[in-house]
T-cell receptor, first 114, second 111 residues
């Protein structure tokens, strides 16, 4: 398996523009997570899905952020409109649903909003 | 609210010595704890884990200790090697796989 695949690897956009980050989880994994890495807070959980259903989105910063998982092999994280403070590395991870399992991470998308 | 805390942003040790990375948590319902390792420009990779029913788990040079009463866990690496230089994240989950991470500790192992 190729692992969790995220695209793009790097994204530079202007403030106010819409940004869409994409994730393909590991085949067979039915839990998917979106994290944002910041210097102060480390890996912040933004939202996670079980079987394509959002379970906890309390970590989503504000209404400008939205995430979807239309099927088991694809998820998007959208920021509209983007702001400079959204600049960070965004990671997607997937795991088998159940207790005591580890998550496998993608390589991340480095977002820069200028 | 930061439920998982790594209070040391960085740690430097000499090759061959022991590295001890610390992590504290506030949620007493956490029952599974993990350590992840992250190299630059890569995603975090799983390193070692421990269930709350244990107080120690060992895997080669890596040992994780859990002190539930103190809500504290630590990762010991011995002997430390230059290739261990990375950012280490502590994570915890509560009965499911909703994992919460700390801010990370950057370990530098000097030759």
């Amino acid at each position: 398996d190729a692992g969790v695949i995220q695209s793009p690897r790097h994204e530079v956009t202007e403030m106010g523009q819409e940004v869409t980050l994409r994730c393909k989880p590991i085949s067979g994994h039915n839990s998917l997570f979106w994290y944002r890495q910041t210097m102060m807070r480390g890996l912040e959980l933004l939202i996670y899905f079980n079987n394509n259903v959002p379970i906890d989105d309390s970590g989503m910063p504000e209404d400008r952020f939205s995430a979807k998982m239309p099927n088991a092999s694809f998820s998007t994280l959208k920021i509209q409109p983007s702001e400079p403070r959204d600049s960070a590395v965004y990671f997607c991870a997937s795991s088998l649903t159940g207790t005591h399992t580890e998550a496998f991470f993608g390589q991340g998308t480095r977002l820069t909003v200028v | 609210d930061q439920q998982v805390k790594q209070n040391s942003p960085s740690l430097s040790v000499q090759e061959g010595r022991i590295s001890i990375l610390n992590c504290d948590y506030t949620n007493s319902m956490f029952d599974y704890f993990l350590w992840y390792k992250k190299y630059p420009a890569e995603g975090p990779t799983f390193l070692i884990s421990i269930s709350s029913i244990k107080d120690k788990n060992e895997d080669g040079r890596f040992t994780v200790f859990l002190n539930k009463s103190a809500k504290h866990l630590s990762l010991h690496i011995v002997p430390s090697q230059p290739g261990d230089s990375a950012v280490y994240f502590c994570a915890a989950s509560e009965g499911n796989n909703d994992m919460r991470f700390g801010a990370g500790t950057r370990l530098t192992v000097k030759p």
